[in-house]
């Protein structure tokens, strides 16, 4: 889907697959509502063989369900662009565990993190399955007072939907927080649901999929503040991806 340049655009981050449902509502829900922002599906290995400037083109980047990606390191380059360059970042399921991955390695000191799903020997496993499967469920999730998530919900607790088997390693989690990525959103059993990077204009991680609960009527409120924030970030994105293609 191509869109002007001065036009607000997302970046999708992962493998489209129209059989997916959470790939179709992820598009839903970003563009559902008056003066939808352009969105663009970006693949992994794409992201991959691009020159970092290519990613000035996007105001914001949803990193999308459906991992493993075919190219992780396509995955993570993003995420860290994003973090780096203080554009907007929504991480879901897969997203969330990737953003956590980029964190560890990038920003805490653990060079190599990995996920358990893609290298389940590897020694410093940052995300590993969770005690119990969420696959399939309705949960909910109880927001850290004072954190970006619980303003931005309003609640002090909500249900959301999961589909994933892992999640942050809880051993890790002083490691993350102490470095600035912040736990504000838990389970039932005091595991991380989000995580927030408070410094950052908007980089969220949700563990559930919220594009799942999102209906034309009733507009998510995590994915209208990401989308908030991707419009407010456009003016710079478009200045800089114009002085790239000088």
């Not at 990606?69 to 554009?87: H, K, S, V």
Request: aromatic share 8%.
């Amino acid at each position: 889907m191509q869109s002007k340049l001065h036009a607000a655009v997302i970046g999708i981050v992962g493998e489209r697959n129209e059989r997916h449902p959470l790939h179709m509502a992820s598009e839903q829900a970003l563009t559902d509502g008056p003066d939808p922002p352009a969105i663009e599906w970006l693949t992994t290995d794409r992201i991959a063989a691009w020159p970092a400037a290519a990613l000035w083109r996007y105001s914001g980047f949803l990193i999308a369900p459906g991992s493993p990606y075919r190219n992780m390191q396509g995955a993570l380059t993003a995420i860290r662009f994003a973090r780096e360059n203080r554009l907007p970042l929504l991480g879901t399921c897969g997203g969330f565990q990737h953003l956590i991955v980029e964190f560890a390695r990038n920003v805490a000191g653990v060079p190599d993190a990995e996920h358990a799903e893609t290298d389940p020997g590897a020694a410093h496993l940052a995300v590993t399955p969770l005690h119990c499967s969420l696959a399939g469920q309705i949960r909910p999730v109880r927001l850290v007072a004072g954190s970006r998530a619980a303003a931005i919900y309003g609640a002090t607790e909500v249900l959301e939907p999961f589909y994933c088997n892992y999640g942050l390693n809880p051993d890790y989690r002083p490691l993350l927080e102490s470095h600035g990525l912040s736990v504000s959103g838990v389970g039932q059993d005091a595991e991380a649901r989000i995580v927030e990077l408070s410094a950052h204009p908007f980089f969220v991680g949700t563990l559930y999929v919220p594009q799942a609960r999102h209906r034309p009527d009733a507009t998510h409120p995590l994915l209208s503040a990401f989308v908030a924030a991707a419009r407010r970030a456009q003016p710079h994105a478009s200045m800089q991806a114009a002085a790239a293609s000088d």
